[in-house]
């Protein structure tokens, strides 16, 4: 069981990003997938979830009607569009699978001022 995510970096406050996380080892459509962020010295925060189908999503209220979290189950990949970015969205993001608390290595964004 493996997840990768990838598509973090800088980008200036207003802008946009759009992260991906890599599945493999496991049947992908049957699980409920979520992203996570940590910013450096704060505790690990929920940012998003999706249901297999893709038809249930649910945000946190920090990021809600900026980021969109959706995903391919051909690809066996999830996705979290970041749009409108604040210099407080800056942190790790972590994809995560929620049976098992199966975590992704992390990937780092930064959003400049």
């Known amino acids: 069981v493996q997840l990768v995510e990838s598509g973090g970096g800088l980008v200036q406050s207003g802008g946009s990003l759009r992260l991906s996380c890599a599945a493999s080892?496991?049947?992908?459509?049957?699980?409920?997938m979520a992203w996570y962020r940590q910013a450096p010295g704060k505790a690990r925060e929920f940012v998003a979830h999706?249901?297999?189908?893709?038809?249930?999503?649910y945000y946190s209220e920090s990021v809600e009607g900026r980021f969109t979290i959706a995903r391919d189950n051909a690809k066996n990949t999830a996705y979290l569009q970041m749009n409108s970015l604040k210099p407080e969205d800056t942190a790790k993001y972590y994809c995560?699978?929620?049976?098992?608390?199966?975590w992704g290595q992390g990937t780092q964004v930064t959003v400049s001022s």
């Open positions: 080892g496991f049947p992908f459509s049957t699980h409920i």
């Open positions: 999706i249901d297999g189908p893709g038809g249930r999503k």
């Open positions: 995560m699978r929620l049976e098992g608390n199966i």
